[in-house]
């Protein structure tokens, strides 16, 4: 019986690139190869030479259509002569992991996203918040329906889903990935950010990244990095950890102008943030760039978290931020 692949995607668009995706149907004993698409279409190509190359990276079952179908992320590739496209920020990753292998980095990436209605408001707007944050309870959580069927789908792929949490706005949620090396972590991101609008399409409910999607006295939404190398992980009296640290504050704006698009309107000092050009960090501090949770504190071992990248930020960038700035000083 033929089946479907779902090859997946990340395209071109500035300043926040999006998912794309589309269905090859397989003979029965088909394997995964490369495919192409037209890359003027996603802003990775003129007219001209418009053909980009999409090469397989990871590959799971599909939760939606179930079976033997099956979905591919993949990077994309310049057809002339197959080398990693502009866009393809994993190819850079990917350098990097390997470059710093021997450190042993893992990472847990808190991915806050909003739903939207199809207008563009938040669902279960306007109200004030409070009550939200890990609420139950009709009128107190919107959109729970699309959570349990999305962590069900990204458990039944065989992603590295660690949980999910109603967030401080209405209509915001979160769920984690990890911990898991570099690549892992950011290609299973992908594919629940992919498996999460496309079940909410279902709901005709729209997931939005944005960092700030209603300005003003309303949280935004970020996309919290936690990490730890393998020294941290076996520190004595935060001795790596705090090193890790201060290798972030010697490179601020770097790690930050590649944090998300519109990152100044999120880190502002209030809502539980630290001002965007401003570098600190602290035990249990959830006002502190980085944050030293409170257990690993007492331990004196274990990760750390940065609270920096937007939600809408490049998993394959912010990890490979962090492999250079932490495993580069160590
Ligand atoms: P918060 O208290 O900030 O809301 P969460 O529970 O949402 O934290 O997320 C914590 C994340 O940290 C999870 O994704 C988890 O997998 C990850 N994590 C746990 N231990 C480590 C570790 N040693 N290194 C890296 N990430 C870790
Ligand atoms: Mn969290
Ligand atoms: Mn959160
Ligand atoms: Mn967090």
Not at 216 to 236: I, L, V
Request: net charge negative.
């Amino acid at each position: 019986m033929p089946f479907q692949a779902e090859y997946i995607w990340i395209d071109g668009v500035k300043p926040t690139p999006t998912l794309r995706s589309k269905t090859k149907v397989m003979a029965d004993d088909e394997k995964i190869s490369v495919w192409g698409f037209d890359g003027s279409s996603t802003e990775q190509a003129g007219g001209e030479s418009s053909d980009c190359v999409l090469r397989p990276v990871f590959s799971c079952p599909d939760p939606i259509r179930g079976g033997k179908n099956i979905l591919v992320l993949c990077d994309v590739l310049q057809a002339k002569d197959d080398s990693p496209h502009p866009t393809n920020t994993r190819a850079a990753l990917a350098e990097q992991a390997k470059k710093y292998a021997d450190q042993e980095m893992i990472y847990g990436i808190e991915q806050e996203y909003t739903m939207l209605r199809l207008d563009g408001t938040p669902f279960g707007f306007p109200a004030p918040q409070g009550p939200y944050y890990c609420g139950v309870g009709a009128g107190r959580v919107v959109g729970r329906e699309i959570i349990e069927e999305h962590t069900q789908a990204c458990i039944d792929a065989g992603l590295m889903i660690s949980g999910t949490n109603a967030e401080v706005m209405p209509g915001q949620w979160e769920f984690q990935i990890g911990p898991a090396d570099a690549l892992t972590c950011s290609d299973h991101m992908y594919v629940a950010r992919w498996l999460l609008q496309r079940i909410a399409e279902d709901y005709d409910v729209v997931i939005s990244f944005a960092a700030k999607p209603m300005k003003g006295d309303w949280n935004g939404a970020g996309a919290h990095t936690n990490f730890s190398t393998k020294a941290m992980r076996n520190d004595t009296n935060l001795k790596a950890i705090t090193a890790a640290c201060e290798a972030l504050s010697k490179r601020v704006m770097e790690h930050v102008d590649h944090y998300g698009d519109d990152i100044a309107s999120r880190l502002t000092g209030k809502h539980e943030t630290a001002p965007y050009n401003k570098f600190s960090y602290g035990v249990s501090d959830r006002g502190a760039s980085v944050r030293i949770p409170w257990q690993v504190g007492r331990d004196g071992k274990g990760y750390a978290e940065d609270r920096r990248p937007n939600a809408n930020v490049d998993p394959y960038t912010v990890t490979r931020l962090i492999l250079e700035t932490v495993c580069g000083a160590a």
